[in-house]
């Protein structure tokens, strides 16, 4: 097996230029490929970040009722504070907010909002809050820029809200938007109505009452408290990995095409140089090689692409890396369809795994794809390879 | 001068598929050589020398008959077996000189010894004694496409010569060389001949070549015709 390394080694830098296009085009798929997939966990990384930081802490507690995905729950998911939960929200360490279905009227037309009441001076999420306190005649509010988008509200527009309070009784109020925040966050940005709590308690007739409350402590498996039962970081970001695994497998059709196109050419080159070398194949074994032995050979030769593309990666794949994680890369697309007002800038990461993974990946396929061709050479007979006689 | 036989050739026959049919390229061949033979299989083109000499080197299987090399039944060799055979004992050169065009000579001459268990230091040493035989000691990083025909032939006896083979089988050796080249390389050999003992068989109809052998073998449509021997 040493000899069969030495060998291919020897061989496949004889060989010159169409090594070295081989060996660029590998490095290529495995820099494009590990920079992908950096980029995929580092947004995967960078969303959840961003969603604790703008929406749910280091975990949140649901009023059991609350259920996102179903709009008739709502009227129903709210209860008192529980007293457990004040110290934390006096330290503001906990974050109280009662949601409700509303309607607002911008220039006539009607259009859903869930409104949501979150207290103006919390500091815990990124949502600028304290915006809320803005002195006006009517009710402060706060959107995100994809809502402003679709309501064609601005800063400084005044709109009509419409809700039904705790009775079922319809009321409605005037809002001015005092703010329009940008969040890569689209849960808290599209369709969403942000106003002071107190206010929203007020005019549901829900005082002192709470549908979900984002806290800070990061301690594990909390327990429910009350109608409140506690979900952790990992449950609320679940949907970004499943976004990520969406992602990534359309990733992986480019790869896979990356990485035909690649092996397509060592595949190529085997070929070609079983064909060529017929001559030396025999010598091989009239000089005492087996002829599994010349299988070996070959395959280790073909291999070895990968080896040097993977060490040519190093060489330019690291600088760029390490630039790429510096720097981060915004996704050029339009990032309204995942509801984000801007497109995130993602700072990929690259991990050891990942870069093991890949390389090892790479290696195996072209091993196989070395071997397939590199087969025939155990059916050669060795005279007629000497002739150079095989067709 | 000749003693144990080293190789003994019973009513071989070699047959080869032709179309639908068969082609008889050995048509029962009856010989033996004795160890530190300088001996040649000489005929016309198509008399079946090459073929002889490959079943000789485990490269090619008899159709009928058997070849016993240095022991070793060829006909009963797994492709192992005839492996081992092939890289402890036997050394080939070829018309075409079949060197490794991107190895140096250095790399060249080494090759068969990476087969066999020898320390890198042994290595060097054989592969420098083998290129001083044939007078090639300031070629080492040369590589083949840098030689001449001839130095690239004497690149070849090396590498043939490098493990001491018990037995060297040359087919059409000089085809490509001038006659000074053919005579340099002629004379290198018939020296190791004398000198380690190791047989040599060509394959040839090359009149110089002719000129060096003790042992005359006539092929003709794959049967021995005649034998000549000379006497020293
Ligand atoms: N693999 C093969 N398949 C079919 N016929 C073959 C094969 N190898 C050799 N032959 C035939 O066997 C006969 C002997 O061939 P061989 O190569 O041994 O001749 P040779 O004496 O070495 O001739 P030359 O001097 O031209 O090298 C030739 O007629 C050749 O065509
Ligand atoms: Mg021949």
Partial sequence: MKIAFKLAFRNLIGAGLRTWLNVIVLSFSFVVIIWMKGILVGWDHQAKNDMEQWEIGKGQFWHNQYDPYDGFTITDSHAPIPNEFKPEIEKGEMVPMLFAQGTIYPQGRMQPAMIKGIPANQTLLKIPTHKLDSVTDVIPAIIGEVMARSSHLEKGSRVVLRWRDSKGTFDAAEIEIVDIFSTTVPTIDVAQVWINLETMQEKLLLPEQATLFSFANAEENRPAVGDFRLKTKKELTAEIDAMIKTKSKGQSVFYFILLLLAMLAIFDTQILSIFRRQKEIGTYVALGYTRQQVVTLFTVEGAMHAVLAAALAAVYGIPFFIWQSKVGFTIPMDTSEFGMAIAPTMYPIYSVGLILSTTLIVLLTTSVVSYWPARRIAKMNPTEALRGKIQ | ?232
């Fill in chain 2, 1 to 232: 001068m000749e003693n144990s036989a080293i190789i003994q050739i019973n009513q071989l026959i070699k047959r080869f598929p032709m179309g639908k049919g068969e082609f008889t390229a050995l048509k029962g061949i009856n010989l033996d050589f004795g160890t530190g033979e300088f001996a040649g299989l000489i005929g016309p083109s198509g008399s079946g020398k090459t073929t002889l000499l490959n079943i000789i080197g485990s490269l090619d299987m008899p159709t009928e008959g058997e070849a016993v090399v240095l022991g070793k039944p060829i006909s009963k060799l797994s492709s192992k077996e005839s492996a081992k055979l092939r890289k402890e004992s036997l050394g080939f050169i070829f018309q075409s000189y079949n060197l490794l065009q991107v190895h140096t000579v250095f790399e060249n001459v080494e090759f068969p010894l990476l087969l066999l268990d020898y320390t890198t230091a042994e290595r060097k040493k054989m592969v420098m004694d083998a290129l001083e035989w044939v007078g090639l000691t300031d070629k080492v990083k040369s590589k083949p496409p840098q030689l001449s025909g001839g130095e690239c032939q004497r690149v070849a006896i090396a590498r043939a010569m490098v493990k001491k083979p018990s037995l060297v089988l040359a087919d059409e050796p000089t085809a490509n060389l001038d006659a000074a080249n053919s005579h340099n390389i002629l004379q290198t050999m018939l020296n190791l001949n004398r000198e380690l003992k190791t047989t040599f068989i060509f394959a040839t109809h090359d009149e110089k070549v002719i000129g060096y052998l003790k042992r005359k073998i006539f092929l003709k449509d794959g049967l021995v015709d005649h034998e000549e021997w000379i006497n020293q």
